[in-house]
């Protein structure tokens, strides 16, 4: 199932035959927000399906390793799995211009796509608004749910920049060449 804007339901599925993702079997149209969307993909979802998985599409190379690892984080108590790296970076807050405060990041952690979760759980979690969630799992978390942390990848990148773009391209071709 993939989600797609109003208007690119068909193309969705023409791409996916002509790239051999035989698992793309449907395609519907996204809503205004992202929980709006991940909604209407899961209206057409069958209701015995017992785990989910929802997938950025600005997040192009996904190693199969890290989806296996979403699906068996999911169980054993979880309710859903996340991919996430550990931040590396010194983060501040910021007030304005002025740094506010430098927060300690040795808990911290970058949050990807692939996200699994038990599929009755994300159902129920999606069924109220949940200011701030920006992503599946805050909305499982809001509702109470336990989401696990699960070794992503740096292959993994978001592309929502020209850089980042060269980045990917650059990966593709490196893999291409190996």
Do not use: N
Not at 76 to 96: F, H, I, N, S
């Amino acid at each position: 199932m993939v989600v797609a804007p109003e208007g690119w339901e068909e193309p969705v599925i023409l791409l996916a035959e002509e790239l051999g993702a035989g698992s793309v079997t449907a395609s519907v149209m996204g809503g205004e927000t992202r929980a709006d969307s991940v909604r209407a993909g899961l209206a057409d979802v069958p209701d015995e399906a017992a785990v989910v998985l929802v997938h950025d599409a600005a997040r192009p190379l996904l190693p199969e390793a890290v989806i296996e690892r979403v699906i068996l984080g999911v169980g054993d108590g979880w309710d859903g799995a996340v991919a996430a790296l550990p931040v590396a970076d010194t983060l501040k807050r910021a007030d304005g211009d002025a740094v506010a405060e430098t927060v300690p990041r040795d808990d911290l952690h970058a949050v990807q796509t692939p996200q699994a979760f038990v599929g009755s759980v994300l159902r129920g979690a999606l069924e109220r608004d949940v200011p701030g969630a920006s992503d599946c799992a805050g909305y499982v978390e809001a509702s109470g749910g336990r989401v696990r942390l699960v070794e992503g990848d740096p292959a993994l990148l978001k592309v929502t920049t020209r850089a980042d773009l060269e980045i990917a391209e650059a990966l593709l071709a490196r893999e291409a060449a190996e």
